[in-house]
């Protein structure tokens, strides 16, 4: 069965102290790797879709990476405001239709 | 604004009672699912619809209906709501397919007692 997964559960950092987020995944023929931000309350808000491995793409202090059985979240000098679950997920690759997310990384920056 | 917009943002509902929760978007996307988020089990793909008409069940199914009359919405029926349906449920749509970026409603959470 196709599978995303992530570790670790959470993740307590100080501010400034750099750090990854990881997601492994079983999916064959994979179409896409998600990651999304979510904040309590609140939906999840996409980040980054990476296609192929060796892809890696910025957005301010994070960037995500892939390679063929996993990929990174990287978080540079992290701030407060950071503070976030971030979910990675990966579509089905028969259906094209269905979208499987790992459980999420709860992320505190403290000040 | 682009956005997806669900309705109720929070209820509290009893055993039995018939609940519909809309979810509406203005993106013209074609793409559109309901997922449940559970503490310890992340999100789950409840049902999803890849255009008018079209709809299909996702990973957790068994008591909710859907329907897609139309583009823009995508509402979630309860037929007869259980405790083990209590959960923050949300509505999300795509351009195309499930992969291509997602936008997510604010959520709904739903309690039946």
């Known amino acids: 069965e196709d599978q995303v997964t992530q570790s670790p559960e959470a993740l307590r950092l100080q501010e400034g102290e750099s750090s990854s987020l990881n997601c492994s995944y079983t999916?064959?023929?994979?179409?896409?790797l998600f990651w999304y931000r979510q904040d309590p309350g609140k939906g999840p808000e996409f980040l980054f879709t990476l296609y192929s491995a060796g892809e890696e793409k910025e957005k301010e202090r994070l960037k995500a990476t892939l390679t063929k059985k996993e990929s990174f979240l990287h978080i540079t000098a992290p701030k407060p405001e950071d503070s976030a679950t971030y979910l990675c997920?990966?579509?089905?690759?028969?259906?094209?239709?269905?979208?499987?997310f790992g459980k999420g990384i709860t992320l505190s920056v403290r000040p | 604004e682009a956005q997806v917009t669900q309705n109720p943002r929070y209820l509290i509902t009893v055993t039995g009672k018939k609940l519909t929760v809309t979810c509406s978007q203005n993106m013209n996307h074609e793409y559109m699912s309901w997922y449940r988020q559970d503490p310890g089990l992340g999100l789950r793909q409840i049902y999803y619809s890849m255009n008018v008409e079209v709809t299909d069940k996702g990973d957790v199914p068994e008591g909710y209906k859907v329907s897609r009359k139309e583009k823009r919405n995508f509402p979630l029926i309860l037929e007869s709501p259980s405790p083990n349906q209590t959960s923050l449920y949300f509505c999300?749509?795509?351009?195309?397919?499930?992969?291509?970026?997602?936008?997510f409603g604010q959520g709904t959470r739903l309690t039946v007692v």
């Open positions: 997920a990966a579509p089905d690759p028969g259906a094209n239709s269905k979208l499987t």
């Open positions: 999916v064959s023929g994979l179409r896409g």
């Open positions: 999300a749509s795509s351009f195309l397919s499930g992969n291509t970026e997602a936008f």
